[in-house]
């Protein structure tokens, strides 16, 4: 008490009193304190660190009580101001320099750092080693996975998952999670406590929680401690784990042996998944408990569901199910009731988890298949119905939906797929007309009594006429008069390559550049010699292409084409490819551009995306090929050949300047000479 007032005469006496035996309670512990302070008093104004652990505490204690004149000490080593817990040659030090000072190279990895653990032989092992070391790993009381024990309770085993604190409201988030001094006026989540310690990263530059540290001890966030040079693939990726072959990646981890364990179902050694079961094993048993209700039971209705699901690839589906959205929408599902339906799956979100097990159901024969073009637009035409204002637009926005766009992709879609293009001519066309009926609307009108020169002042704002159709429609069933809408002048500039040498150029390449991505090159090809649209391009399937002992033909219109044999090979490689990739699939779904989404062919504009990305630009390559074909061929030869129709073949036979009048009689003196 003494040594304390000279520093802080201030002090409260009694309060000293209670402070230093409730934190010395023995008598011969006060004495030894006592007597290390009066022969270096300089203890508590800053060399502690030259103190016993009791010195430590006793400085600490006193800072937190207000006394002053006392200095906590330093870390002797970096010089932080930090907790000093550990010790070395006489003096206390933090924790980061004693791990750093007693860092030894592992046994199996090599890597100087912390021993966390030892071999059955005595080995020092570093964290991450220890974690795979099969002598060290025992099944978790909790879990039942295979892990390394973190804890010992009442004779159970207990991993280091498992150990999760307590649940209480985070200080500074808000949330409530599991959290670290729950016992305190201040419980802090594993993210804030850590965010607490983050500094920039010496590498990256961005203020990151620090996951390592460089041999200077420089700080390096997650991203950038991880990454390394792989053993097994010699790039620089991030280490997955440590082996005796040297550092890692995922996927070459993945691929070794020593990541194969034996699965505690079947028994097979491969890598595992969760419970000491492999993908295989594991997949029925996650399904299940993710389509369970309340009381722990899949319910009759959703049986048909879960049979689906377990066909499905086992890796595949641990993946897709693996983010929460798609847990979130099969949670959804399994705290519904009634039978399984598509009008279900449409209440359902997200969109790309439900559209997904949507097209399993379907392929399954669980759900009906369904033109998921034509319902998409059903929902979306109840979108934009609700924008009209008026309830007597609505209703007359209603009609035209219904009877107009509605009606006729529902005939189309009876014989074939709607295209993506035609939904959204239509969506197009709906919107436009919402807009109209709101804009009239405003200005206090409606169908019935606007004016030409209202429709004029109209078209300054919709200027590519995209509600003509309604206005047509509208005036043929009575719901207004004396209006149109001109057409608008959309008359096409056939903008082609300048260089005819330039489109055989860019063919020779597709032909013989084997760095190229095989779909893309086939997909070039089509553009610049046969002239396809992306979207026509998109909706081939494997079907489309005939291969024979002697040729491969190719059908695009109503004649099959026979192509030569550099690109013969190209096409043959790409459906063999194809048939391998839907070994498991329906014969009705092997698109030859599939979608990621299965039983879907690729989105159009994403392979128009693909072409430009190769150098490829779509409009010019097939106007440029069809100007050239429309020169040297007749229009009924192109309609059946390249499956455009004749009209759009007849306006460019006239473009290139060959009408071919005399081809009709060229064609009658042949059959007369036949």
Same mark, same amino acid.
């Given at each position: 008490?003494?040594? #304390? ?42 060399? @502690? ?160 929680? *620090? ?20 053993? @097994? ?64 039971? $899949? ?21 897709? #199910? ?69 309830? #007597? ?29 035609? *939904? ?68 096409? *500039? ?40 992306? /979207? ?15 040729? *491969? ?9 026979? $192509? ?31 979608? /990621? ?78």
């Amino acid at each position: 008490m003494a040594v #304390v007032q000279r520093l802080d005469p201030s002090t409260d006496r009694a309060l000293l009193v209670d402070l230093i035996i409730g934190l010395v309670p023995e008598t011969k512990s006060r004495r030894a304190l006592a007597n290390k302070l009066q022969k270096r008093p300089g203890l508590l104004t800053g060399a @502690g660190a030259r103190g016993t652990p009791m010195v430590i505490r006793l400085i600490d204690a006193l800072l937190s009580h207000g006394v002053t004149g006392v200095v906590a000490p330093p870390c002797p080593f970096c010089h932080r101001d930090v907790s000093l817990s550990r010790g070395h040659e006489g003096l206390r030090c933090c924790k980061s320099c004693w791990d750093r000072i007693h860092a030894k190279p592992c046994a199996r990895c090599g890597t100087i750092t912390q021993m966390a653990r030892r071999t059955l032989e005595g080995q020092s092992l570093c964290d991450a080693c220890a974690r795979t070391e099969p002598a060290l790993l025992e099944p978790c009381d909790t879990c039942g996975r295979m892990r390394l024990p973190s804890r010992r309770r009442d004779g159970l085993v207990i991993c280091h998952a498992c150990c999760a604190p307590p649940l209480a409201t985070c200080s500074e988030c808000g949330k409530g999670k599991p959290c670290h001094f729950v016992d305190t006026a201040a419980p802090l989540c594993k993210n804030c406590s850590a965010n607490r310690r983050a500094q920039p990263c010496s590498r990256c530059g961005q203020q990151r929680v *620090v996951h390592t540290r460089t041999s200077s001890g420089e700080a390096l966030c997650k991203t950038c401690g991880s990454v390394g040079l792989c053993a @097994g693939c010699g790039r620089e990726r991030p280490i997955r784990a440590r082996t005796e072959a040297g550092d890692m990646c995922q996927t070459c981890y993945k691929n070794d042996p020593l990541s194969h364990r034996q699965c505690n179902r079947c028994g097979v050694l491969g890598p595992l998944h969760r419970f000491g079961l492999c993908a295989i094993c594991a997949w029925p048993d996650v399904i299940t408990r993710l389509l369970a209700g309340p009381g722990g039971q $899949v319910r009759a209705d959703l049986e048909p569901v879960r049979a689906a699901l377990t066909t499905i690839d086992a890796r595949a589906g641990l993946n897709w #199910v693996a983010r929460a959205r798609t847990q979130q929408m099969l949670s959804a599902l399994a705290s519904g009731s009634g039978p399984i339906s598509h009008a279900v799956l449409d209440q359902l979100t997200p969109s790309a988890a439900t559209a997904h097990l949507r097209t399993i159901l379907v392929e399954q024969a669980v759900l009906p298949p369904r033109d998921e073009g034509l319902a998409g637009l059903e929902q979306a035409v109840k979108r934009r119905i609700s924008r009209v204002h008026d309830p #007597v637009d609505r209703k007359i926005l209603q009609s035209y939906a219904t009877w107009h766009h509605l009606r006729r992709l529902r005939a189309i879609a009876s014989r074939r797929r709607v295209t993506q293009d035609q *939904v959204v001519y239509a969506c197009n066309a709906l919107t436009a007309a919402a807009a109209l009926l709101n804009w009239l609307h405003e200005r206090n009108q409606h169908l019935a009594t606007c004016t030409q020169d209202d429709i004029d002042e109209w078209l300054g704002i919709d200027a590519f006429s995209r509600s003509r159709g309604f206005v047509a429609w509208a005036v043929s069933r009575g719901h207004a008069k004396d209006i149109k809408i001109p057409p608008f002048n959309n008359t096409p *500039v056939r903008r082609v390559f300048n260089d005819h040498d330039q489109r055989w150029a860019l063919a020779r390449q597709l032909l013989h550049d084997d760095s190229m991505v095989l779909d893309d090159r086939v997909a070039g090809l089509l553009v610049l010699l046969y002239a396809q649209r992306a /979207a026509r391009i998109t909706q081939l399937t494997i079907d489309h292409i005939t291969i024979n002992d002697n040729a *491969v033909e190719l059908t695009l219109g109503q004649t099959p084409i026979v $192509v030569p044999d550099a690109f013969a090979d190209l096409l043959e490689a790409l459906v063999n490819d194809r048939q391998v990739s839907n070994a498991s699939r329906p014969e009705e779904n092997t698109w030859l551009y599939p979608a /990621a989404r299965l039983g879907q062919p690729l989105a159009s504009r994403t392979l128009l995306q693909r072409l430009r990305a190769i150098g490829i630009q779509p409009t010019l390559g097939r106007n440029t090929a069809l100007m050239q074909m429309a020169a040297e061929m007749p229009p009924a030869v192109l309609n059946k050949l390249l499956g455009i129709s004749l009209d759009r073949a007849t306006r460019w036979t006239q473009e290139a300047g060959s009408s071919r009048s005399g081809y009709a009689a060229e064609v009658a003196r042949r059959s007369r000479q036949d």
